[in-house]
Structure formats: C-alpha cells, structure tokens
C-alpha cells in the first residue's frame, strides 16, 4: 500500500500528464494487493 500511495504522490510533480497517468497506473497493482490483503476472510 506504501508503494502505492507514494507513486500517486509523485504525481503531484510529474511534469506532463502522460507522466501522471503513468504513475497512476504503475500505483494500481500496490493499492489493489492492499485491498485484497484487507479484505481477505481469515477466519
């Protein structure tokens, strides 16, 4: 989730939008592991 959140951070800096959605895509794997993680039934 980290890795996630700090790729869409450099967003925020990127310099073009094509940048952007670059490293809005490339933060999609992190935050969807994250969620599956969370709602994981482990009982």
Same mark, same amino acid.
């Given at each position: 989730?980290?890795?996630?959140?700090?790729?869409?951070?450099?967003?925020?800096?990127?310099? %073009?939008?094509?940048?952007? +959605?670059?490293?809005?895509?490339?933060?999609?794997?992190?935050?969807?592991? +994250?969620?599956?993680?969370?709602?994981? %039934?482990?009982?």
């Amino acid at each position: 989730m980290l890795t996630g959140l700090l790729a869409l951070q450099e967003v925020q800096t990127a310099s %073009d939008p094509s940048t952007a +959605a670059e490293l809005c895509l490339s933060a999609v794997p992190h935050i969807a592991l +994250a969620v599956a993680l969370a709602s994981a %039934d482990l009982g």
